[in-house]
């Protein structure tokens, strides 16, 4: 699910954020434009988005 693999990709940003120095400016980057993940009806609202974008 959409959700589920948004999460999985922050929480690897959140450790190389934590972890690396020298990346932190491009991991903030990165997350600004990811969003932040989450559970329930999220994965519906970001396929709705994607939708709306095509």
């Known amino acids: 699910e959409i959700s589920a693999s948004q999460d999985r990709l922050t ?4 450790r190389i954020y934590a972890d690396r120095v ?7 980057l990165i997350m600004s434009s ?9 994965g519906q609202r970001i396929r709705d988005e994607i939708l709306v974008l095509q």
């Open 11 to 14: 929480d690897l940003l959140q």
């Open 34 to 42: 990811v969003g932040r993940g989450g559970q329930g009806d999220v």
């Open 22 to 28: 020298e990346l932190r400016e491009i991991v903030r």
